[in-house]
């Protein structure tokens, strides 16, 4: 084994996906998977995930565990949702090693236009669903003494707000707030949460969110002049889920925008 595979190693880890239908997150688990990690995509579209499911398999062929990917239904609202999701990932595959929090909505709107209940489901989607998740899955590895690895999908917009995003803007600072504070919280029990937070990256969601003004005002805000590419997340998360790469990092906001987060002028 080479120095660099010594230290990423995660082969025969097993990592749930929530959120892993999406576009961020399911290259996350292809690259995971291509890593030899064996990933359960969870979610509640069951179309989206037999494509996503399709594309990681397809991956076996240049090796890695993309074979034993597989997809489970869950409703992130339920807690008995994610109680059941835990139940068939462990009764499957054995064991959990690797958490990672990814679903998440948008709508904009001007401030004085939100309805509170929209405000209210942004806020339950992206902050709630990840706090409760932490929580079920967090009691299982505090429980059964297991080192794990938690990441948590933040966003920019938790940084520094984007216009007419108000509630996502404040779920995602909301879940960088908490993820430090689950991370102090386990740090003891080798239990490491992290914050992974992209800048700018084509997907379902922004598009619905972004107009033209918007996508030419990104482009000339980010250093690097391009938004991300869905692939461009997988050395981090392999990073933050090696147990030996990432051995220290917890409480982390890792940041990911082309520079967005570092410009001014
Ligand atoms: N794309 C970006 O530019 C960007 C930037 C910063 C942060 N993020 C964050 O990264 C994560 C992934 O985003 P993406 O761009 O891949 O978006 P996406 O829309 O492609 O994926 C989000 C996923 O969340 C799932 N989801 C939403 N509500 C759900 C619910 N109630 N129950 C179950 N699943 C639900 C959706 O089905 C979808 O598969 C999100 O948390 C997003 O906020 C994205």
Redesign the pocket.
């Known amino acids: 084994m080479s120095y660099i595979d010594k230290l990423y190693d995660l082969e025969g880890k097993v990592a749930v996906v ?10 996350m688990a292809l690259g995971l998977a291509k890593a030899g990690v064996e990933v359960v995509l ?4 069951e179309d ?1 995930a037999e494509r996503r499911i399709d594309m990681i398999q397809a991956s076996a062929l240049e090796g890695g565990a993309g074979d034993k990917a597989y997809f489970v239904a ?4 339920e807690k008995g949702s994610l109680y059941a999701l835990l139940d068939i990932v462990i009764e499957r595959s054995g064991k959990i090693d690797i958490l990672i ?6 709508t904009t709107k001007p401030l004085l236009e939100i309805p509170t209940e929209d405000f209210q489901t942004i806020l ?3 902050l709630t ?1 990840t706090f409760q998740a932490c929580q079920v899955f967090g009691q299982y590895f505090l429980e059964h003494g297991t080192p794990a690895s938690i990441i948590n ?6 940084i520094t707000p984007v216009s007419n995003s108000f509630a ?1 803007s404040a779920s ?1 600072a909301a ?1 960088h707030n908490l993820t430090k504070n689950f991370a102090r919280e386990w740090a003891d029990n080798d239990i490491r949460v992290n914050s ?11 598009q619905r969110a972004l107009d033209e003004a918007h996508i030419l005002e990104i482009l000339r805000k980010t250093p690097m002049s391009r ?2 590419d ?1 692939d461009e997340l997988i050395g981090a998360t392999l990073l933050l889920a090696s147990a030996r790469a990432g051995s220290f990092i917890t409480g982390s906001e890792f940041v990911i ?1 082309g520079g967005f987060s570092s410009a001014s002028i």
Not at 196 to 206: H, R, V, Y
């Open positions: 929530i959120g892993g239908t999406g576009e961020l997150c399911s290259h969870a979610g509640r579209n989206k869950t409703d992130l609202m929090n990814g679903a998440g909505v948008n339950d989607i992206n669903a999908l933040g966003s920019i917009a938790g996502y995602k879940v992974l937070i992209p800048g700018f990256f084509p997907s379902e969601q922004n938004f991300g869905s925008d």
